[in-house]
């Protein structure tokens, strides 16, 4: 019987290279690949009242909640099936995001804004949270030549926020979060985190590493 799968999280400011390190790494290993907000069709129209600069304005909890609400079904839908199937999932933004963007980024109270993330998982977590960090002013510049979303629209003094925030998140938990340096050659970072993959969760279908099955995970 197969059993349980991998939860692999790719976090990071917009423009730090995330979403092609998610798809890289996804690759690397045959898993999942997946994405937030909008991988599932509630999810797309949640997506398009979120982060569409055109959508009605938002109240910030308001837009918190419909985060979670994406989440939920997100999970419903895709993560816990996979899981559940034995599939290793990588998901280019996970719970981390809404901590960094609505908490620290946005001012919501961090510890409201959790029990809404352990509420809309069903406490579920990523294994691994793969932090790609680079300077804002980095991704300011990745971002020129794009049509920027309604988040990518708040400036670089919110995205130092929400920098900051990543980073906190990292500190405070060692044990399920990575740091990588997004300034890197994109190769060399695509082999530097499947390194990291294999060395604190395992392989599919292998050995444990130091998360992995009967190490001191979650």
């Not at 918190?64 to 990588?90: K, T």
């Not at 510890?111 to 990523?126: D, K, N, R, S």
């Not at 980095?138 to 900051?164: C, I, K, N, S, Y």
Request: aromatic residues 4%.
């Amino acid at each position: 019987m197969p059993g349980p799968g991998r939860l692999l999280a790719l976090e990071g400011i917009d423009g730090c290279g995330k979403s092609t390190q998610a798809r890289a790494l996804a690759a690397a290993l045959g898993a999942r690949l997946t994405h937030e907000p909008g991988a599932t069709a509630l999810g797309a129209a949640l997506r398009q009242l979120l982060l569409a600069p055109e959508s009605p304005p938002l109240s910030l909890r308001a837009e918190a909640l419909l985060m979670a609400a994406d989440r939920a079904e997100h999970i419903a839908s895709i993560v816990a099936p996979a899981l559940a199937a034995g599939e290793w999932v990588v998901s280019d933004r996970f719970s981390g995001s809404t901590l960094a963007y609505q908490g620290y980024g946005r001012g919501l109270p961090t510890g409201a804004l959790q029990q809404v993330v352990e509420w809309a998982t069903g406490g579920l977590a990523a294994d691994l949270n793969i932090l790609v960090d680079v300077p804002v002013v980095v991704a300011q510049e990745r971002l020129a030549a794009t049509a920027p979303d309604r988040l990518e629209r708040l400036g670089p003094a919110f995205a130092e926020r929400v920098r900051h925030g990543f980073l906190t998140l990292a500190a405070d938990d060692p044990e399920h979060w990575v740091v990588v340096d997004g300034t890197s050659d994109r190769l060399a970072l695509t082999a530097h985190i499947v390194a990291l993959v294999h060395e604190r969760v395992g392989e599919p279908g292998g050995r444990g590493g130091l998360n992995g099955p009967g190490a001191s995970g979650r």
